[in-house]
Every structure is written in structure tokens, then in C-alpha cells.
């Protein structure tokens, strides 16, 4: 069974950064794509980005220039950084794979943006 252990989210002020970890069970290279996508209160869970085994990034319209997606593939670990956060930024955020067979997710970490 496939585990993303997610970590990194907290409670930041307005303009402020983090960054973001998911931590796979088993190697990044075996998912044809990871990603991050996030759920605010009363809102539909919605993409983030996406990075592919070959590295290929994309990014909601929203949100490119703010964040990014990496990955350390001797970690098994994708991260997403995270600038110049706003309050509409607040939500849950999920790491995301997808194989052959099927999709996976972790179990969501907090991320609480200040005014």
C-alpha cells in the first residue's frame, strides 16, 4: 500500500513563505505523476501543481510565480514552496500520485495564512 506522509504546514502571516514535504513509501520514479492540490472550507479541492517522472511542472494560473514544485528523487520526496502566501492561500493541502493502477493521497496538512 502506498503512504504520503505530508509535513510542513502551519500558521504563517500574510507575505510569508513555507514549504511543504511529502514523503512517498516507495520510489517518486514508480508514479507517473505527483502533485500538490488544496481544499479551503466550503470549497472544491483543487490543483495546486503537478511535476511527472520526466520533471515536467505545471502550475494553476492562479498560482504560478508564487509557488513550486521540486522534488529529491534520493529522498522519495516532493515538496512545494510556497511565497508571498495571502489568507486566500488557507486551506488543506494533499499530496498527490498517480500509477498504472491508481491514485493516492495523504492525509492533508494545515496551512493558515494571517492577515
Known amino acids: 500500500q502506498v503512504q504520503l506522509v505530508e509535513s510542513g504546514g502551519g500558521l504563517v502571516q500574510a507575505g510569508g513563505s513555507l514549504r511543504l514535504s511529502c514523503a512517498a513509501s516507495?520510489?517518486?520514479?514508480?508514479?507517473?505523476?505527483m502533485g500538490w492540490y488544496r481544499q479551503a472550507p466550503g470549497k472544491q479541492r483543487e490543483l495546486v501543481a503537478t511535476?511527472?517522472?520526466?520533471?515536467?511542472?505545471n502550475y494553476a494560473d492562479s498560482l504560478q510565480g508564487r509557488f513550486y514544485i521540486t522534488r529529491d528523487t534520493a529522498k522519495d520526496t516532493v515538496y512545494l514552496l510556497m511565497n508571498s502566501l495571502k489568507p486566500d492561500d488557507t486551506a488543506v493541502y494533499y499530496c498527490?500520485?498517480?500509477?498504472?493502477?491508481?491514485?493516492?493521497w495523504g492525509q492533508g496538512t494545515q496551512v493558515t495564512v494571517s492577515s
Open positions: 516507495k520510489s517518486i520514479f514508480s508514479f507517473n505523476i
Open positions: 511535476i511527472t517522472t520526466g520533471g515536467i511542472t
Open positions: 498527490n500520485s498517480r500509477d498504472t493502477y491508481s491514485n493516492y
